[in-house]
């Protein structure tokens, strides 16, 4: 038996009206073109913002630029716990995610790809995210392979959380270089998940720069309702 994670379903009863779905399916889809689209721009800035060698006065100028601009985001914003309705949490597209979403300014974003015994994840890392001068963050990798690793869980029909992640590095990661992550799930017991993973460059697949093993676990229903109130669990 294990737990899985289910977005709370509509009330029992309730008719659906598909000209109103399609209207909102729409409407959500034209959210996450534009929050793709700032995504696109932001990390633009940020990738500008830690490469430059402008002079003080043009610094300042254009952070009062990027004030004047934060300030037009006006409006609800969202709490800490709640879910964004473009996201398919817990086993879908999660659209602000650092290390996939392609709304976060954050992300690199990993192109996640299925294969025939887990996930593959595409990305190039920027200058935004160097450890020593050249080359990624260790933390970086360890986001992620974790990343994937929880991914390639929910992926076999597993969602879990992570538990411990053991990792070795074995040569440093280059920036500005294709990069390839692969995880795939190795065994369970009972709620726990066990997973391995990757990051290699693409033009040496075969050479790993950094490998982890990972143990995850699926919740308890309890403890699912605890942690995200705006799902339902399920056994």
């Known amino acids: 038996m294990h737990t899985s994670l289910t977005p709370t379903p509509p009330p029992t009863g309730t008719a659906t009206d598909p000209t109103r779905?399609?209207?909102?399916?729409?409407?959500?889809?034209?959210?996450?073109?534009?929050?793709?689209?700032?995504?696109?721009?932001?990390?633009?800035?940020?990738?500008?913002?830690?490469?430059?060698?402008?002079?003080?006065?043009t610094l300042h100028r254009v952070a009062d630029g990027v004030r004047a601009i934060t300030s037009q985001l006006?409006?609800?914003q969202r709490s800490r716990a709640e879910i964004p309705e473009v996201d398919?949490?817990?086993?879908?597209?999660?659209i602000y995610s650092p290390v996939t979403g392609a709304g976060s300014p954050l992300a690199p974003p990993v192109q996640v790809t299925p294969t025939a015994d887990g996930l593959m994840g595409h990305c190039t890392l920027g200058i935004a995210h160097e450890g020593p001068?050249?080359?990624?963050?260790?933390?970086?990798?360890?986001?992620?392979?974790?990343?994937?690793?929880?991914?390639?869980?929910?992926?076999?029909?597993?969602?879990?959380?992570?538990v411990s992640l053991q990792m070795r590095y074995h040569r440093p990661v280059p920036l500005e270089t294709p990069l390839r992550i692969l995880a795939r799930v190795t065994g369970t017991d009972d709620r726990k998940i066990f997973v391995s993973g990757s990051i290699t460059t693409q033009p040496d697949p075969d050479a790993n720069l950094?490998?982890?093993?990972?143990?995850?676990?699926a919740p308890d229903p309890?403890?699912?309702r605890t942690l995200f109130p705006g799902l339902q669990a399920e056994r």
Do not use: N, W
Not at 88 to 94: K, N, Q, V
Not at 133 to 162: F, I, K, N, Q, V
């Open 21 to 57: 779905a399609t209207a909102e399916e729409e409407e959500l889809e034209d959210q996450k073109a534009a929050i793709t689209h700032l995504g696109h721009e932001l990390r633009a800035l940020v990738e500008a913002t830690v490469r430059t060698a402008a002079s003080p006065d």
């Open 74 to 76: 006006t409006g609800r």
């Open 88 to 94: 398919e949490f817990p086993t879908g597209t999660r």
């Open 133 to 162: 001068p050249g080359y990624g963050h260790g933390g970086m990798s360890a986001m992620l392979l974790d990343e994937l690793m929880g991914r390639a869980c929910a992926a076999a029909g597993t969602p879990g959380l992570t």
């Open 210 to 217: 950094v490998t982890a093993d990972g143990v995850f676990i």
């Open 222 to 224: 309890h403890r699912t």
